[in-house]
């Protein structure tokens, strides 16, 4: 079955840097890869997603960038404000399937 | 919409009592999933079902554990004796499905402690 690590498990940054979380999945039929945001208290929240036709994508302030080849995917986050403060994780779906693996997490914490 | 609604939001049992959490997916969506989340071991899978039928239980961790989608608009998850090991974040989630994987809309979980 699928394998997601996710790097780093905590992350620490002053407001107005740039963060990068990245994950690495170990099924090459693999062909969708979202990634969640969990505030505290609350469930997972899509806040961007890829397929595997596509190499980047950029939704304002975050983007995801995508190697099938080396298999890793990543998400960044520019200007970062505190209320990007959360717990992000990454996923990918195999081929066909419904289900997806999930990353164990990586705690973000913005320091104003 | 109001989103994915799971209930009891908190439960607190002891060690053998049964516990029962609940689920209603959003409106539409024919797949919907159980996860428990822990420190220790993240977001699991426990059941998916599709079309109100559970296609992959196995992560559903041993007998204990049961769940049922009677139609389209509630889910169970019953645990039976519960075990402090049990405790856990229980989340329910849905999804349209129909066109390959797509995005999953989670419940705001039900937290459960079991003394």
């Known amino acids: 079955g699928e394998n997601v690590e996710q790097h780093p498990s905590t992350l620490s940054v002053q407001e107005g840097d740039s963060a990068v979380i990245k994950c690495t999945y170990s099924?090459?039929?693999?062909?969708?890869f979202p990634w969640y945001k969990q505030e505290l208290g609350k469930g997972p929240q899509l806040i961007i997603d890829?397929?595997?036709?596509?190499g980047e994508k950029k939704d304002q302030r975050i983007a995801v960038t995508l190697n099938k080849t080396a298999k890793h995917f990543s998400l960044h986050i520019t200007e970062t404000q505190p209320e990007d403060s959360a717990v992000y994780f990454c996923?990918?779906?195999?081929?066909?399937?419904?289900?997806?693996?999930f990353g164990r997490g990586t705690s973000l914490i913005v320091h104003p | 919409d109001a989103g994915v609604i799971q209930s009891p939001r908190h439960e607190v049992t002891e060690m053998g009592q049964e516990v029962t959490l609940r689920c209603k997916p959003i409106?539409?969506?024919?797949?919907l999933f159980w996860y428990r989340q822990t420190m220790m071991r993240g977001l699991e899978l426990l059941i998916y079902?599709?079309?109100?039928?559970?296609?992959?239980d196995s992560g559903m961790p041993e007998d204990r554990f049961s769940a049922k989608m009677p139609n389209a608009s509630f889910s169970t998850l019953k645990i039976q004796p519960s075990e402090p090991r049990d405790s856990a974040v229980y989340f329910c989630?849905?999804?349209?499905?129909?066109?390959?994987?797509?995005?999953?809309?989670f419940g705001e979980g039900s937290r459960l402690t079991v003394l």
């Open positions: 989630a849905s999804s349209l499905g129909g066109r390959g994987a797509g995005e999953l809309f």
């Open positions: 099924d090459s039929a693999s062909n969708y």
């Open positions: 890829i397929r595997s036709n596509v």
């Open positions: 996923a990918a779906n195999s081929g066909g399937s419904y289900i997806p693996t």
């Open positions: 409106s539409g969506h024919n797949s």
């Open positions: 079902f599709n079309n109100n039928v559970p296609i992959d």
